[in-house]
């Protein structure tokens, strides 16, 4: 039942992510703006945010292995809109990469959320997208 409930809910989670692609120009804006609604939505219905991003972390194995199913779609997702929306001249981020920004996105969002917090989620838009974003490095390292 949990299960079914956890299944339902991420899907819609999911598809509302998706179709969020569509509604910005760039690829930062894009993400931006599908991170925004996501976060609009665990807000707005944080029974839904607790389901999705804390109960699968607390025993249940079946939810662990749904919601690891969940993540690897989201990661999928990001893979081909990138690959989608960057010009040629962009490098495009390797796939243990966007695993670890979508990681670090459900981690922070499960910490606010079992915290209480859910209702501040919106507010916590940079925070979040700074999780995710610590994975992206764009700049040159030197030794």
Known sequence: ??????????????????????????WSEKLGAALQRLLRRLAAEPAIAHLCFVAPMVGDAELREIREAYRSRYVELLATEQDRHLDDEEELLPE????????????????????????ELPAMLEDVAFSAAVFEPRVALTA
């Open 96 to 119: 243990l990469q966007l695993e670890m920004m979508v990681g670090s996105m459900f981690r922070t969002i499960g910490t606010l959320v079992a915290d209480g917090r859910a209702p």
């Open 1 to 26: 039942m949990i299960a079914d409930a956890y299944r339902r809910a991420s899907g819609e989670l999911f598809v509302e992510y998706a179709a969020s692609f569509r509604m910005a120009d760039s």
